[in-house]
């Protein structure tokens, strides 16, 4: 089963790759094996995004997704020591949107 999912990135429409999606998945459902069943549900709850890619087939660089990444990893790290996902979540917009830093609230002298 595992073998036969490889035909799933061989579609060009993503109509048809969701036909496929879902006889796979319904297979794999009755199959009973604990991990094919597992990754038949994980495939389910991700079915935009992996239908996403038939759509944007050639459109979008894998190169400025990475891009983006990096920069999101580097605001978390820069973002360390802090608790608040609140924290982590303004980093991001600082790092991936170029957005002014907030003025200091207090004075240090």
Not at 16 to 39: G, H, R, T, Y
Request: with cysteine; aromatic share 14%; proline share 5%.
């Amino acid at each position: 089963m595992r073998q036969s999912f490889d035909l799933f990135w061989t579609y060009r429409s993503p109509w048809w790759a969701n036909w496929f999606l879902e006889q796979w998945c319904k297979e794999a459902m009755l199959s009973d094996l604990e991990p094919m069943v597992k990754i038949a549900k994980t495939l389910q709850l991700h079915r935009e995004p992996l239908l996403n890619w038939f759509r944007a087939r050639c459109e979008i660089s894998s190169g400025a997704v990475e891009g983006l990444n990096t920069n999101a990893k580097l605001a978390i790290r820069k973002a360390r020591g802090f608790r608040s996902y609140a924290v982590m979540e303004t980093a991001l917009f600082h790092q991936l949107g170029h957005l002014p830093e907030p003025k200091i609230t207090h004075r240090l002298w």
